[in-house]
């Protein structure tokens, strides 16, 4: 768990469940071997650094630096961060052998923050490995030993503000601690990471940025998607927690990035027209943006979705000030012939068999609905998986408007956990389903 301790507010980041965004990522790929990784890593100190296939990680290629030894001479690759929020830096490291003189550098690889790219101060050095084989981080804290000539995973989380400066520190996906610290003069303006080699040779990969995303509430409309209605678009609502604001959302850059937890490339792109308005009148402006029905509907075909499934749909956008939100919804996949969806399934003659409506009041909801004509009905409550959660009516029932209500618990009287749950009324062949967002 990675907790973000400054700010307007307290967000933590479960790697499970959160969502970052990638300021930048670099595998090191697509540079030639032999060569500096320019234009996006910039040098200083010495310039002894390129790229080699001879040793590499996660592809063919890993980026070598070398410092050198028995002198204050050591190289450095500089790359701008991006972002003023907290943010994690996540890369993989290879430390050389060399044996390292008493004078000089006595670090191999560092990892430094600066404010410009050069090696000249202020900069503060945040993680460093000693000839001795340890590991500190930026206030001196010992975070454990390596060895050389071995790649290791590490992740650095670092926020900040005027005062005060958080940090905490991972080594092959396991915690080593955290350091609280006064924020030095220039803590604000450090806009450069710097890979370096201080003594030896060092080799670096699959070197990222990641911001977490601030937590939109997301609402798609239709809460079921026929996958053979022919209307141009989907609605989506935005609503952003306190301290921001949807009237800074960046609206070229709201998209549709991810479909059940699985990165979607390219994004699908809002489209057509949007507005500000507080849509759910809850006195929180909402963001109202739409996205091309039909291309949302060829991908999701393409994915091999087919009705009955439920879809989690997650947009991601950026704001003016440099963050991004991100945030979720599940939605219902129907496949019917007359193309309606929503709450209410029709007959082949347009007439409307049966209706359902739900209403949320306290922690219950009032589930309305009516029958055109009398028949056998059931009403059966399913959490996201499909498990049926209770059966609220299982009997004949007349042509006329009848309701019942659910408290939010399941057939043995136990109070179910918030999240989403799904209402389905089937009559005869005929089913509407309505979705319902616990929030206690």
């Known amino acids: 768990m990675k907790r973000y301790k400054y700010g307007v507010v307290v967000l933590v980041l479960v790697a499970a469940v959160g969502t970052t965004v990638a300021n930048w990522t670099d595998d090191f790929e697509s540079y030639p071997a032999g060569q500096w990784p320019s234009p996006d890593w910039i040098s200083s100190g010495n310039s002894d650094g390129y790229i080699v296939t001879d040793v590499k990680h996660g592809g063919e290629k890993s980026f070598r630096m070398y410092g050198v030894l028995g002198a204050y001479w050591g190289a450095l690759a500089h790359r701008y961060i991006g972002t003023d929020a907290a943010y994690t830096i996540d890369f993989w490291i290879r430390n050389g052998d060399e044996p390292i003189p008493p004078s000089g550098h006595q670090y191999r690889g560092s990892i430094d923050l600066h404010t410009q790219a ?12 000693d000839k001795y084989g340890q590991v500190h981080g930026r206030g001196g804290t010992l975070l454990g030993s390596y060895n050389t000539l071995t790649w290791y995973h590490v992740e650095v989380l670092y926020e900040r503000n005027a005062t005060a400066v958080h940090m905490e520190y991972w080594i092959d996906g396991v915690y080593k601690g955290e350091e609280n610290l006064a924020a030095s003069s220039s803590e604000l303006d450090f806009d ?22 601030v937590d939109a509430t997301v609402d798609f409309d239709p809460d079921m998607l026929n996958l053979k209605s022919r209307g141009s678009w989907v609605t989506c609502y935005v609503e952003l927690p306190c301290g921001y604001s949807v009237r800074d959302v960046e609206l070229a850059t ?12 390219p994004p699908l792109y809002r489209e057509g027209p949007t507005g500000i308005g507080d849509y759910d009148h809850d006195e929180i402006p909402d963001l109202m943006v739409k996205f091309d029905r039909q291309e949302l509907i060829a991908i999701l075909g393409g994915m091999g979705i087919k009705g009955g499934d439920h879809v989690e749909l997650t947009v991601i956008g950026n704001l003016i000030a440099g963050r991004t939100f991100a945030g979720s919804d599940l939605i219902g996949i129907v496949e019917t012939g007359d193309g309606q969806e929503g709450d209410v399934v029709g007959l082949p003659n347009g007439k409307r068999r049966a209706s359902l409506e739900v209403v949320p009041f306290g922690n219950a909801f009032r589930l309305s609905y009516t029958l ?29 408007r009848h309701a019942v209500t659910w408290s939010g618990t399941d057939a043995s009287g136990r109070k179910l956990p918030r999240g989403a749950y799904f209402a389905t009324m089937r009559v005869g062949e005929f089913t509407a389903t309505r979705k319902m967002v616990k929030s206690e």
């Open 118 to 129: 050069n090696w000249v101060p202020p900069a503060a050095r945040i993680m460093d490995w």
């Open 372 to 400: 055109a004509t009398g028949g056998y009905a059931r009403l059966d409550i399913h959490d996201v998986n499909g498990r049926l959660i209770r059966t609220l009516v299982d009997a004949q029932q007349t042509s006329d």
């Open 192 to 213: 450069y990471i710097a890979l370096t080699a201080q003594a030896g040779t060092v080799w670096y990969d699959d070197v990222s940025v990641t911001t977490p995303a």
């Open 254 to 265: 709201v998209a549709i990035s991810q479909i059940n937890g699985q990165p979607l490339v």
